[in-house]
């Protein structure tokens, strides 16, 4: 799959729209609170609420998206959907095991509540992908029926 970096930052801002409003909609009727990742990420950075939103727009719609165009879409098998679907899972792993220690929830957030964050988390994390590689590679689809 050929992704040009635009058609991704497409799909990685429509991803990260539909997992911070899961963050933020969903998740509080899932687990009773929001997941406040924004705060999580700004006091690990030991900085605001807004830093740590930043860094999780920047991480979301620019970095994760490029790499995704750039590395990860042309090893990963199956249509473009499914591609974002295995980036998403990475991510997630990556989320688990690196970045909530990190951030004191412990592995696979066993000091941040358990199995319902954990789940909560895969489930945004494949929205996330699915939405980055469709996107991704229809845009480029429909660009290139264009030309």
Same mark, same amino acid.
């Given at each position: 799959? #050929? !992704?040009?970096?635009?058609?991704?930052?497409? /799909?990685?801002?429509?991803? !990260?729209?539909?997992? !911070?409003?899961?963050?933020?909609?969903?998740?509080?009727?899932? &687990? /009773?609170?929001?997941?406040?990742?924004?705060?999580?990420?700004? +006091?690990?950075?030991?900085?605001?609420?807004?830093?740590?939103?930043?860094?999780?727009?920047? #991480?979301?719609? *620019?970095?994760?998206? &490029?790499?995704?165009?750039?590395?990860?879409?042309? *090893? &990963?098998? @199956?249509?473009?959907? @499914?591609? @974002?679907?295995?980036?998403?899972?990475?991510?997630?792993?990556?989320?688990?095991?690196? *970045?909530?220690?990190?951030?004191?929830?412990?592995?696979?957030?066993?000091?941040?509540?358990?199995?319902?964050?954990?789940? +909560? %988390?895969?489930? +945004?994390?494949?929205?996330?992908?699915?939405?980055? @590689?469709?996107? +991704?590679? %229809?845009? &480029?689809?429909?660009?290139?029926?264009?030309?």
């Amino acid at each position: 799959m #050929n !992704t040009r970096p635009w058609n991704a930052i497409i /799909g990685g801002l429509a991803g !990260t729209i539909a997992m !911070t409003l899961m963050m933020y909609g969903v998740a509080p009727m899932m &687990l /009773g609170r929001p997941m406040d990742v924004a705060a999580m990420l700004g +006091a690990m950075l030991g900085g605001s609420w807004i830093l740590g939103m930043l860094m999780h727009l920047l #991480n979301g719609i *620019v970095i994760f998206p &490029l790499l995704f165009a750039y590395v990860v879409a042309g *090893v &990963l098998p @199956g249509p473009p959907w @499914g591609r @974002g679907i295995l980036w998403g899972l990475i991510l997630w792993l990556a989320q688990q095991i690196v *970045v909530i220690p990190m951030m004191g929830g412990g592995l696979f957030s066993a000091r941040a509540g358990g199995m319902m964050p954990v789940v +909560a %988390s895969l489930v +945004a994390h494949v929205v996330y992908g699915v939405l980055l @590689g469709a996107l +991704a590679g %229809s845009l &480029l689809g429909a660009r290139a029926a264009h030309a």
